[in-house]
């Protein structure tokens, strides 16, 4: 009786709430991936991970996909004086040895394009990250509602 409890208890435990998910590809390790639910028709969505590298060597997050989108771009947003703009980074993303890089509101993210039908809340979303040394991997992103993390400007 105690035994099966504590099982139960493990079980819950080890599966967590949903959005604690992660992922291990190499030396990486990939946190949380997310995305925001969107309204009818948008043609694009943004992504949000974080990376952290945990071997000896820099690498470099260089492309992906998402099974309801054309295509996935790596973005930057930054302040142009008084105003936030975003620029595509075509190299990627480098994740040098011992750091974590977040994809968040307003900082680096993935930009999905093309989107061929809505992000649905509760609902998750499959796509894969290729990294130029540790190859590619099959990720699952979270669904929040709209509006969850403001602090990104719609483009
Ligand atoms: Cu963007």
Known sequence: ????????????????PVWAHGYKIGALDI????????????????????ITNKGTTPDRL???SLSIADRLEI?????????MQMRPLPAGLEIKPGATVELKPG??????MGLK???????????TLVFEKAGT????????PVGQTPGHPNH
């Open 137 to 144: 991997i099959e990720v699952e992103y979270a669904v929040e």
């Open 107 to 112: 900082s680096f993210h993935l930009m999905f």
């Open 117 to 127: 039908e809505p992000v649905v809340v509760g609902k998750r979303v499959k796509g």
């Open 31 to 50: 946190a949380h991936p997310w995305t925001r639910a969107t309204p009818k028709g948008a043609a694009i969505a943004g992504g949000y991970l974080s």
């Open 75 to 83: 973005h930057e947003m930054k302040m142009q004086g008084t105003v």
């Open 1 to 16: 009786m105690k035994r099966s409890f504590l099982s139960f208890v493990l079980v819950v435990l080890f599966l967590g």
């Open 62 to 64: 260089v492309g992906g």
